[in-house]
């Protein structure tokens, strides 16, 4: 029939110590007692109140209030169960030993959750609090285009900046809304994947310089009139839209040409003014060109003009009433 009332001891939940002969008031258990009521202390078989010893240490030792006489007999018996703290065993606590949600945060030390205790694809969006990943939180290379939603909203306020030498390309939308900010600082790239809208990004850069000396030649071949600019393109694809204005004077019975030059190519032409009677004649030099390159190096178009028939020279910029020449890359 089966045990029916409270739980039976067994051998090993008992402790038995013995002295006899001793005159001392401490004595060495051989297990730890985990509080004075879970020992029975008897002298000469009369039971002792707690309060007639205490004790202490690992194993715990007994200190009575009075030393034992050389004829006593002391016995103590310890219950082992009784406050004892059951620590279990390394690995020895399973998933299905752990109830649902019995894991709380206040149960979990700071810094314990290591990346190999989650598995892969397990962080939700749902699982992270607002403004929560912060900067510290990413490690350097790890955000590619493939965490990234199509669109970039730059809030109200807020800045998007792109440092030298890096590239933001992509097919999908960046929004700037009133009071945000995009900074595209020099030698930065915006690729344009897509259909262009409203022309963003098709002028890249304009440089320009202003001419006021005058010059004179009676050179049938072209010279230099002293306007000249450089130019280092972004991309060997892109173009470079000259643009030359200027004053021209022809003497009595001469006509006169202006060209522009990319280095030492002949890259456009406009004729210049002519004199066919006794005095010299005036017109203003306009030259457009779209240029072609084709290189990421540093460029230099000159202006320059000569005589093409007559006796008088040709004259560039008379009056000092100045030149100049405009470069616009462009992208292609």
């Not at 030498?165 to 992509?170: D, I, K, M, N, V």
């Given at each position: 029939?089966?045990?029916?009332?409270?739980?039976?001891?067994?051998?090993?939940?008992?402790?038995?110590?013995?002295?006899?002969?001793?005159?001392?008031?401490?004595?060495?258990?051989?297990?730890?007692?985990?509080?004075?009521?879970?020992?029975?202390?008897?002298?000469?078989?009369?039971?002792?109140h707690d309060s007639a010893y205490t004790i202490s240490g690992s194993?715990?030792?007994?200190?009575?209030?009075?030393?034992?006489?050389?004829?006593?007999?002391?016995?103590?018996?310890g219950i082992n169960d009784i406050g004892t703290t059951i620590t279990?065993?390394?690995?020895?606590?399973?998933?299905?030993?752990?109830?649902?949600?019995?894991?709380?945060?206040?149960?979990?030390?700071?810094?314990?959750?290591?990346?190999?205790?989650?598995?892969?694809?397990?962080?939700?969006?749902?699982?992270?609090?607002?403004?929560?990943?912060?900067?510290?939180?990413?490690?350097?290379?790890?955000?590619?285009?493939?965490?990234?939603?199509?669109?970039?909203?730059?809030?109200?306020?807020?800045?998007?900046?792109?440092?030298?030498?890096?590239?933001?390309?992509?097919?999908?939308?960046?929004?700037?809304?009133?009071?945000?900010?995009?900074?595209?600082?020099?030698?930065?790239?915006?690729?344009?994947?897509?259909?262009?809208?409203?022309?963003?990004?098709?002028?890249?850069?304009?440089?320009?310089?202003?001419?006021?000396?005058?010059?004179?030649?009676?050179?049938?071949?072209?010279?230099?009139?002293?306007?000249?600019?450089?130019?280092?393109?972004?991309?060997?694809?892109?173009?470079?839209?000259?643009?030359?204005?200027?004053?021209?004077?022809?003497?009595?019975?001469?006509?006169?040409?202006?060209?522009?030059?990319?280095?030492?190519?002949?890259?456009?032409?406009?004729?210049?003014?002519?004199?066919?009677?006794?005095?010299?004649?005036?017109?203003?030099?306009?030259?457009?060109?779209?240029?072609?390159?084709?290189?990421?190096?540093?460029?230099?178009?000159?202006?320059?003009?000569?005589?093409?028939?007559?006796?008088?020279?040709?004259?560039?910029?008379?009056?000092?009433?100045?030149?100049?020449?405009?470069?616009?890359?462009?992208?292609?």
């Amino acid at each position: 029939m089966p045990y029916i009332g409270a739980k039976q001891l067994k051998a090993s939940d008992l402790k038995r110590f013995s002295v006899t002969g001793s005159t001392s008031a401490t004595h060495a258990l051989s297990w730890t007692a985990p509080n004075e009521q879970s020992l029975i202390i008897t002298i000469n078989g009369v039971k002792q109140h707690d309060s007639a010893y205490t004790i202490s240490g690992s194993p715990t030792t007994i200190t009575l209030s009075s030393a034992l006489v050389s004829s006593d007999e002391m016995e103590v018996i310890g219950i082992n169960d009784i406050g004892t703290t059951i620590t279990p065993a390394q690995n020895s606590v399973d998933t299905d030993k752990i109830a649902d949600n019995a894991v709380t945060t206040a149960k979990i030390a700071d810094d314990q959750i290591t990346t190999a205790k989650i598995a892969d694809d397990q962080i939700t969006t749902a699982k992270i609090a607002d403004d929560q990943i912060t900067t510290a939180k990413i490690a350097d290379d790890q955000i590619t285009t493939a965490k990234l939603a199509n669109a970039i909203n730059i809030t109200s306020g807020n800045s998007l900046t792109i440092d030298s030498g890096a590239t933001l390309s992509g097919a999908g939308a960046i929004t700037v809304p009133s009071g945000g900010s995009l900074t595209i600082d020099s030698g930065a790239t915006i690729t344009n994947n897509g259909t262009n809208g409203g022309g963003f990004g098709k002028l890249v850069q304009i440089v320009s310089a202003d001419h006021y000396t005058p010059g004179s030649t009676s050179s049938t071949s072209f010279v230099n009139t002293g306007l000249s600019l450089a130019i280092t393109p972004t991309s060997a694809s892109n173009k470079v839209l000259v643009l030359v204005s200027g004053m021209g004077e022809a003497g009595s019975g001469c006509t006169i040409a202006f060209r522009a030059y990319r280095g030492a190519a002949a890259i456009g032409m406009t004729s210049g003014p002519s004199s066919n009677g006794a005095g010299s004649s005036r017109c203003a030099i306009s030259i457009s060109h779209l240029d072609s390159p084709a290189t990421t190096g540093t460029v230099t178009y000159h202006v320059k003009f000569r005589k093409v028939s007559g006796a008088s020279n040709a004259v560039w910029n008379p009056g000092s009433e100045g030149g100049s020449i405009t470069l616009m890359e462009v992208v292609a």
